[in-house]
């Protein structure tokens, strides 16, 4: 989060000049304010200028090649669909719509090839189908909803050799079950739940005899979380089975699963260890190997003959099951984060994040990329991630990608990310940010051109950067890390000029995550929030970031009830916002909290603050507002801005006091001069 820095007298001075010249080329979307004079008090003034979309693309989330055509399901965006790549044109010859959820990350495809069955994810139980059946021999008439599973979220479907389709997937606060659609009764029926302390499941694999249910903690470790199970639910009896590996069960997660001839091959999802590869024996589950990587996650698994095939976040790798090594497959780029990768006659179909097919020969090692977009898929707007801006351009976050945009011609390009820029920063024209998934800080300089590159690599268990703010004192960029499988989280800090890095783990507690930096006299204040029902819902920590020692800690009053979303510095007061809209206000000189309100009204979940012109803002999934500095009072500054947020809101400043957010999933930068 953009936080104000002090500017000297020649960049004031050019500042201004440019700021003169944008606001008068800006549209008006609002009535400008009147101009001061003896006998004109000056009223407030709000400016919003529409950039458009904030990031454009297709986004994707899951791939499965049937024949010679490869089904694609989207990623955050509206509405969720299923396009059809068809190879040997390399054109998109088909899509449906399924209207509903955000994201599909489940495709499977029953073994006569006719059904494409998807899963989808959502925010919120719908009430509706989260399961679709497309018929392939009709493509041009639209997949339809088939069943509805109680876990909301669908993250793996597998097709047992008679059809019946079995669903995995999850719903936070409760245990995962196994479901089983049967398509000759229509009905969803829910089979047990293997694991009462996973938190999510996300492989699931079926032969006649046998479903095999993949689960673990990725999404909200710590607390007890189990951490990565493997179990086989027996079709004749109903009964489940723990046949997880001893070997695997450090890892947070089962990632993945396949059925290969008479193996079962699975992945798993890394923390505090590499990712592994096991090799299971049908005919005798005691009977398995297991090949630990380089990596944080296998998946994407797929087998021809006697080698397999799997991603990594670091490529292409094959295994051989008969020498028992791993070997790199060779590629001349990057290939991203994989969400799609199958075998047929001696090619691997890659299908990347970045919007892209690739098809690699694996004889001559010769590779041919096609851009979706460019083949005929649909490109629009996404639901967006972090944003950062400076004078010259704007920067929006979004999967695998960050778009570029020019302030001055209003040109956009989209740069290549992998994963989530969670949050950013702009120091001296360079983009700063926090990449999800355990990607660490990566960085741009528009004047050197190029791709984004990773700046410093953090531990891989602190994979969710979620707020990240400047030092000027110290000059250090700061930034509020989540740790997804182990609990808790950690400070990142970084130093632009020197590249020194340092991790402080659990700055807060073993529970707590960083969720909101602010900083002010060299000083971090660290917001914390506890997913858990253990300990203090939020705790503020005063911290030394160049010592990496606390100085003091203050804990929210209990009519707050929810941890830290946001903070902002102003003078002495720093201000804060919960995740259910409690507002605070803490004079850093008495360290104690002097003012608390109840804002859920403008604010009923997460929120984002910064300070501009010496004034606070902040916003939610729904409104822009400002506090009085003096009365800490609140004001509506845009009312229904609904910013088409993907992982909650953000705000930025630039160097001249202009606000940007998203409204709606186009990018608006906001020049308001409220009266004081």
């Known amino acids: 989060m953009q936080h104000t820095r002090p500017l000297g007298r020649r960049r004031l001075l050019a500042a201004g000049g440019a700021l003169g010249l944008a606001t008068a080329a800006a549209p008006l979307l609002t009535a400008p304010a009147q101009a001061t004079t003896p006998t004109t008090a000056r009223k407030p003034c709000t400016r919003i200028t529409d950039l458009g979309p904030g990031i454009e693309q297709f986004a994707l989330m899951s791939a499965l090649q049937v024949g010679d055509t490869v089904y694609i399901g989207s990623r955050n965006l509206e509405p969720t669909q299923v396009i059809a790549f068809h190879l040997p044109t390399r054109k998109v010859v088909a899509q449906t719509v399924l209207g509903t959820g955000h994201s599909i990350q489940a495709l499977a495809a029953d073994p006569t090839g006719r059904y494409l069955y998807a899963g989808i994810l959502t925010k919120g139980d719908e009430g509706r189908p989260n399961l679709f059946r497309w018929d392939l021999t009709t493509p041009d008439k639209p997949a339809e909803g088939v069943g509805r599973t109680e876990d909301r979220d669908i993250r793996d479907l597998a097709v047992a ?5 079995y669903a995995v997937g999850g719903i936070p606060g409760k245990a995962p079950a196994l479901w089983m659609y049967d398509p000759a009764t229509g009905k ?17 694999a079926a032969t006649d005899t046998t479903v095999f249910f993949g689960a673990g903690s990725t999404l909200a470790g710590g607390d007890g979380a189990s951490r990565a199970s ?3 639910y027996d079709r004749a009896t109903g009964t489940f089975s723990d046949v997880t590996p001893p070997e695997m069960e450090k890892d947070p997660s089962l990632r993945d699963l396949v059925i290969a001839g008479d193996r079962l091959v699975l992945g798993t999802a890394a923390s505090t260890e590499p990712a592994k590869l096991a090799v299971m024996d049908l005919a005798d589950l005691s009977s398995y190997t297991v090949a630990p990587t380089t990596g944080k996650v296998v998946k994407n698994l797929t087998a021809n003959g006697d080698t397999l095939h799997f991603a990594t976040d670091a490529g292409l790798y094959s295994y051989s099951t008969a020498t028992k090594v791993i070997s790199p497959v060779p590629f001349d780029g990057d290939l991203g984060e994989i969400w799609g990768l199958d075998h047929v006659g001696g090619t691997l179909t890659v299908v990347s994040g970045y919007g892209f097919v690739g098809e690699i020969d694996l004889a001559t090692g010769r590779a041919v990329v096609t851009d979706l977009g460019q083949a005929g898929a649909p490109v629009t707007p996404q639901t967006t991630m972090g944003i950062a801006a400076d004078h010259r351009y704007a920067y929006v976050g979004g999967n695998n990608g960050i778009a570029r945009h020019d302030l001055r011609t209003g040109k956009v390009l989209n740069l290549r990310a992998p994963g989530e820029a969670k949050d950013a920063e702009v120091l001296d024209g360079v983009l700063y940010t926090g990449q999800y998934s355990s990607q660490g800080m990566w960085t741009y300089d528009p004047a050197k051109g190029g791709q984004p590159r990773q700046l410093a690599a953090f531990p891989s268990e602190q994979n969710r950067p979620l707020d990240v703010c400047y030092d000027p004192v110290n000059e250090l960029l700061v930034v509020g890390v989540q740790s997804d499988t182990e609990g808790g989280g950690s400070l990142w800090t970084y130093a632009p000029k020197t590249g020194r890095k340092t991790v402080h783990v659990n700055p807060v507690d073993a529970t707590q995550m960083v969720r909101a930096v602010a900083t002010r006299d060299g000083v971090a204040y660290l917001g914390g929030d506890n997913p858990t029902t253990q300990g203090a819902p939020g705790t503020l920590v005063a911290f030394d970031p160049v010592a990496g020692r606390e100085l003091w800690r203050l804990d929210l009053p209990a009519s707050l009830t929810t941890g830290v979303a946001a903070l902002a510095v102003r003078g002495r007061h720093l201000y804060g916002l919960t995740r259910r809209g409690g507002f605070f206000v803490v004079d850093l000189r008495i360290r104690r909290v002097i003012h608390t309100a109840d804002h859920r009204a403008l604010c009923p979940g ?6 501009s012109r010496g004034t606070v803002y902040g916003v939610s999934d729904t409104t822009l507002f400002r506090f009085d500095p003096k009365t800490f009072a609140v004001t509506t500054v845009v009312a229904g801005i609904n910013g088409g947020w993907y992982s909650g809101p953000h705000i930025n400043a630039d160097h001249r006091g202009r606000l940007y957010t998203m409204r709606g999933r186009n990018l608006v930068r906001i020049e308001d001069r ?3």
Request: charge should be positive.
């Open 161 to 165: 050799p008679d059809g019946t389709v």
């Open 188 to 204: 969803v029926t829910k089979l047990g739940v293997p694991d009462p302390k996973a938190t999510l499941a996300r492989a699931v």
């Open 230 to 232: 493997l179990y086989a």
């Open 606 to 611: 997460f929120a984002a603050m910064v300070t």
């Open 674 to 676: 409220p009266v004081n």
